[in-house]
């Protein structure tokens, strides 16, 4: 069977996390009048428009000016407000990174900064509406939780957790259609990753979108090889679970980390700097976006021109083991 | 606070301001004091804020836009009572929250700016919110015309003309000099008022060392319904120390022994005449 069906079969298809982010934002916000969006002309690929229609007075638009986008919505954090900054992850990450820096974290003023449609969710529209640095260039400012959730279930609690949380967020979703990956109910904390499949034999650590195809690759690795691999969602990048990696490190199992990012500066660097300067001695091998002008294409044709596939995973991991 | 009183806190604070700079050996000295009158009638005859009560929600907010005049906000707020003088002995120091720019380690200070275009969007957000809230305290900035170039700025004059936010005041300490020249040498912004208007502001142009102008214009109100308000103070690099005024160098320099004492005697005649 090809991989691409494999799951299928076995897991509940949810929605695209952006717009479970969107219906728990509305939720949020019939209780919360301190909750506001505010939004760069993005409020249609941000699925914010029902609640721009349902909550007129808690939306603030600024128009297409990414940089008064995170300003404003600083203000309005310092002013009390729950301020959800929305935007392109490209734009928001790249245009408004020293609003970020200096407005939001220096400041501590706790905006939640969205970024939609993140990675490569953009496809064919190319490097421009790409964000492959947002973790490396957020990972280098102090003051910022960083989270990609792998799910429906993670995205809803990350965004409940964000809207109490004290401290500046990054909430960074794509725009596909995503399967829950996990039993709900579980408790989701920030910094705490959850295991979606157990294994031991190989740990497979992924974030956002591509939590997915490391779980397919898992199950292909058992039923074709018998091989047992852990898939391991590390939705925060920053603070990291290091309990969960010291865990890893002790048993020196290989490690394979996989993000719709480049390898500079994401989650794999940020998983082998703890593990190496613990002196782990895990196998380790990271799988993102080359440092490269990106392939084009659509998002999937991209991911899997680098190996970010059911079948590149499967593949690493079998030559990694051999 | 008589208005000769307020007159003479302009001449402590600008022997303030020289004081710890001539200490720090480091500081912006001609910007702090073209700037320095407006703060000195900003904190004592515009702005609802108190030391003791600083994070109290309704009160009026400032946010120093042209952050590396900080010595200016600092000695100002000192004299205010936000914190004592004698911490400003640390200023630019190892480990002191005194640095070249405001930080809200600070009694007094809103938010950390210094890079530039930055306080204005900041106060936007600011100004919306007590707007949402329905609450009637009011927003400054002050912005250095060197920073107008900025993009960030003319997204934010955008933005509080579009949500029509009257609770919202910004002033240019219009000094015409920055660090490499004139204004008009490094990048022309001529025209600022047909240009605000346009934007959809209201706009005042005052004479920046005249207090009882910058009361005025900063204390009766929006300068029109429905607008924010902009005030142009036009003022002049280094004011009050005469081999300082409209001189480049004193962008960010530092007085000499010699010229500590110089200023310092200008300052005391100044003093004296009122």
Known sequence: MELDKLAEMDLRMGKANQEIFAETLEKLAAKDRDIVAVTSDSRGSGKLVPFGQKFPQQIVEVGIAEQNLVGVAAGLASAG??????????????????????????????????????GVSYGALGTTHHSLHDFAALRAINNLIIVAPADNFETEQAVLLASQSSSPVYLRFGKKAMPFLSEENQKFEFGKARIVREGSDLTIIANGETVYPAWKAAKALDERHGISAKVVSMHTIKPLDTQLLDGLAAKRKPIITVEEHMVNGGLGEACASYLFQKGARNRFQIMGIPDEYTVTGSQMEILGHYGISPEGILARAEQLLK | MTDSELKIKSVLLRKNLL?????????????????????????????????????????????????????????????????????????????????????????????????????????????????????????????????????????????????????????????KQQITGSNQEVMNTDSLREKLEAFGWAVREVDGHDLDQLEKALNQGPLEAGKPSFVIAHTIKGKGISYMESVLKWHHGVPSPEQYELAMTELDTAEAQI
């Open chain 1, 81 to 118: 407000k729950k301020a959800f900054a929305v935007s392109p992850a490209c734009f928001l990450t790249a245009r408004a990174l020293e609003q970020i820096k200096n407005d939001v974290a220096y400041s501590d003023n706790p905006v939640k900064l969205v970024g939609i449609s993140a």
């Open chain 2, 19 to 175: 004081k710890y700079i001539y200490k720090a050996k480091a500081g912006h000295t001609g910007g702090s004091l073209s700037c320095v009158d407006t703060l000195n009638v900003l904190y004592n005859r515009v702005l609802n804020v108190d030391p003791a009560d600083f994070k109290n929600p309704n009160r009026d907010r400032y946010i120093q836009s042209k952050g590396h005049c900080v010595e200016a906000l600092f000695v100002t707020l000192a004299d205010r009572g936000f914190f004592p003088e004698s911490d400003l002995e640390t200023l630019c120091q190892y480990q002191s929250h005194y640095i070249g720019h405001p930080t809200k380690k600070v009694n007094g200070v809103e938010q950390n700016t210094g890079a530039l275009g930055h306080g204005l969007p900041i106060c936007v957000g600011e100004a919306i919110a007590a707007k949402l809230d329905g609450k009637s305290h009011r927003v400054f900035t002050l912005l250095g015309d060197g920073e107008m170039p900025e993009g960030s700025n003319w997204e934010a004059f955008l933005s509080a003309a579009h949500y029509k936010l009257d609770n919202l005041y910004a002033i240019l300490d219009n000094n």
